[in-house]
C-alpha cells in the first residue's frame, strides 16, 4: 500500500511539473509550487575563510652611506616579527609576510633604475633574515619612484579587505630623483589599498625638504626619521642564557625533509650564529621570534608541513621520505606522522617555556632606566599599529 502511494505521489507531482508553464483547457494557467531539494552537507557549498595577512614591503637604500640602516634591518627583525606575532583581526592571528628591495647601489642594473628584488612576498624568516646579511652597500643613484613602482607591479598583493599592506622605504636622499614620479607610483600604491610610509635616515626637517614628507602624505602613511647610524641599544637579563639554551633545544625539533629542507635547515642554524655574533641579546629576541605564531616552516620541516592543511598529501611522498633522517626513514608512514607528532608537542613545551622566561625578561627591563629608541624597528612598528586601526585589528 506505502508504495502504491508512493507511486501515486511521484505521478502527481509530475503531472503538475508537466503542466508548469502551458495552459489548460479552459484558458487558465495553472500554477505549480517548486520542490526544493533537502539542503545536505553535499549541496551546500563550504565556504573557507582566508587568513588576515599583513604584508611589508621593505624598501632600502643600499648606497654608501647606508650601512647604519642595514644594521638595524639585521638586527631589529626579529623585534618587529616578535610584536607582530600579536595581531589579529577578526579573532584570526594575521599572517606575516615580508618582501625586500635594495635600491640606490651602483652594482644594480642602470636600466632598471637601480632597483633590485631580493625576495618576494615569504613568510621565510630565516630567508628574509639570510638575504638582509647578505646586503653590501655601494655608491648609486637613488630612485624612489621606481622602486616604489616595481615593488607594486613585481610582487604579488593580497585582495582581501581586512588585509594591511604596506610599503616602508628608507633612504636619505632626494624622494623626487629618477625619471618615474613618485606621485604616480604612489597613487598606483593608492589603487591597490597599499599604504605607503617613508623613514628618512637624518633630520627631520631635512626629510621633509627632500619630499619624503610628501611622499608619504600621498601614499595616506606616515613620514618618519630615524638615527641609522645608531647603534641597537640591548639590555642584558639575567634570563638570556636560559632562553638561548632552549633555543638549542628548539632546533633539535625541526626536522628536514625535501630536496632543499637540509640547505633550509643549515640556514636556520647559520642565522643563529650570524645574530649571536651582533649581540646575544640580539639572538635573544630571534629566540622569541623562532617561537612566535610567525615562524613557520612548513616547505622544509616535517613537524609544520604535516600540520599544514595546504601541505596535505604532498609531505610523506615516496621521494621525500628517502630525505628524511636514517632513524625514521624506513618507518611506516603512520609511525613517521606519530613521531612527527610527537616532536610537535615537544616544541610546543620548549616555546611556552621561552615564553614564560620572555615575561620574566620582559619585568626586568621594565624596572631599567632606557630612553626610548629611534631606531628602523620603533618606526615601524608605530606605523604599523595606527594603520591596523582602519582594518580592525587588535594587538595583545
Known amino acids: 500500500m ?27 494557467e495553472i500554477a505549480t509550487n517548486r520542490i526544493e531539494a533537502p539542503q545536505t552537507a553535499a549541496n551546500i557549498a563550504t ?48 599572517l606575516l609576510e615580508i618582501a625586500l628591495y635594495e635600491y640606490g647601489n651602483s652594482r644594480l642594473n642602470s636600466e632598471e ?14 630567508l628574509i633574515s639570510k638575504e638582509l646579511f647578505s646586503l653590501r652597500t655601494n655608491g648609486g643613484e637613488e630612485y624612489c619612484g621606481t622602486v616604489i613602482g616595481a615593488s607594486l607591479k613585481q610582487l604579488e598583493w593580497k585582495k582581501g579587505k581586512n588585509d594591511l599592506k604596506m610599503i616602508f622605504i628608507a633612504g636619505n636622499e632626494g624622494f623626487n630623483q629618477g625619471a618615474v614620479p613618485f606621485s604616480s607610483s604612489i597613487a598606483q ?11 628618512f635616515c637624518g633630520d627631520w ?7 619624503w614628507k610628501e611622499g608619504a602624505t600621498l601614499g595616506k602613511g606616515q613620514y618618519m626619521n630615524l638615527d641609522h647610524n645608531q647603534k641597537s641599544a640591548y639590555v642584558a637579563t639575567p634570563y638570556d642564557d636560559q632562553i638561548l639554551n632552549y633555543n638549542h633545544l ?25 645574530v649571536q655574533e651582533v649581540s646575544a641579546q640580539a639572538n635573544v629576541k630571534r629566540t622569541l621570534a623562532k617561537s612566535s605564531a610567525n615562524y613557520r616552516n612548513s616547505s622544509w620541516d616535517l613537524v609544520d608541513a604535516l600540520d599544514d ?44 617555556k621561552i615564553k614564560e622566561l620572555n615575561q620574566k625578561r620582559d619585568q626586568y627591563i621594565a624596572t631599567q632606566a632606557l630612553t626610548e629608541t629611534n631606531g628602523l624597528e620603533s618606526a615601524m612598528f608605530k606605523a604599523i599599529k595606527k594603520q591596523s586601526v582602519s582594518k580592525n585589528y587588535k594587538w595583545e
Open 2 to 28: 506505502k508504495n502504491l502511494k508512493t507511486i501515486a505521489f511521484t505521478l502527481s507531482v509530475t503531472a503538475l511539473m508537466a503542466c508548469k508553464g502551458t495552459t489548460a483547457d479552459n484558458g487558465l
Open 47 to 94: 565556504v573557507v575563510e582566508e587568513p588576515v595577512t599583513i604584508q611589508i614591503a621593505l624598501l632600502l637604500d643600499t648606497s654608501n652611506s647606508m650601512d647604519g640602516l642595514i644594521d638595524q634591518a639585521k638586527t631589529q627583525l626579529w623585534d618587529v616579527v616578535n610584536k607582530m606575532s600579536g595581531a589579529h583581526c577578526n579573532e584570526q592571528q594575521a
Open 113 to 126: 633604475g637601480f632597483v633590485r628584488q631580493v625576495l618576494s612576498f615569504s613568510t621565510d624568516l630565516d
Open 189 to 199: 600604491a593608492i589603487e591597490k589599498d597599499v599604504v605607503v610610509n617613508t623613514i
Open 205 to 211: 626637517n631635512t626629510g621633509a625638504q627632500l619630499k
Open 250 to 274: 628548539l632546533n633539535d625539533t625541526y626536522i628536514a625533509f625535501g630536496r632543499q629542507g637540509y640547505e633550509n635547515k643549515a640556514v636556520q642554524m647559520l642565522m643563529d650564529e650570524a
Open 309 to 352: 592543511e595546504d601541505m596535505k598529501g604532498k609531505v610523506l611522498t615516496e621521494d621525500n621520505i628517502k630525505t628524511l633522517p636514517d632513524s625514521i626513514r624506513t618507518k611506516s608512514k603512520k609511525d613517521i606522522t606519530a613521531f612527527a607528532k610527537a616532536k610537535k608537542q615537544e616544541r610546543i613545551s620548549i616555546q611556552n
